[in-house]
């Protein structure tokens, strides 16, 4: 999935740095340990996002600027997690843990990510809102799957 990815944002990037060593960081941490594969992906995907220029804001609601609230919403037309006030028509509330997995794997380095406590469901709640934006950001469709 990692060389997919990688196929898909190369053609538009041809050198860039960041998506290099990320992709030897992401590469080396699946081979070398003992940790669930989505997890990985959730914080590679975050980067990729980032390196390409659609870095998710994670901390507060892009559009407001306000921290979250009890509720926050991801939306799919923008690929961006919102605030309720905020929300698209298109939106779908994600809860705090889904949320707080993609905080907390961004903010972890490759190293240390196995060590993270993270419920197997936020993981894949994660993982499947990123690979949903991936897909529409690059209109591309998977091949592979985890
Ligand atoms: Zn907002």
Do not use: W
């Amino acid at each position: 999935m990692i060389l997919e990815i990688l196929k898909v944002v190369g053609r538009e990037n041809e050198n860039n740095e960041i998506l290099f060593l990320e992709t030897l960081k992401a590469l080396k941490t699946l081979a070398y340990s003992n940790i669930q594969p989505k997890l990985v992906l959730v914080k590679y995907l975050l980067k990729i996002f980032e390196a390409m220029g659609y870095k998710l804001s994670l901390n507060k609601c892009p559009h407001c600027g306000l921290n979250f609230g009890t509720k926050r919403y991801f939306s799919l037309s923008e690929g961006t997690i919102t605030c309720s006030a905020c929300k698209t028509m298109d939106s779908k509330e994600i809860s705090q843990l889904t949320h707080n997995s993609m905080r907390l794997t961004l903010n972890c380095d490759y190293e240390k990510l196995s060590s993270l406590k993270i419920l197997d469901n936020a993981i894949s709640d994660a993982f499947n809102l990123l690979v949903e934006n991936f897909e529409r950001k690059f209109d591309y469709k998977f091949v592979s799957t985890l």
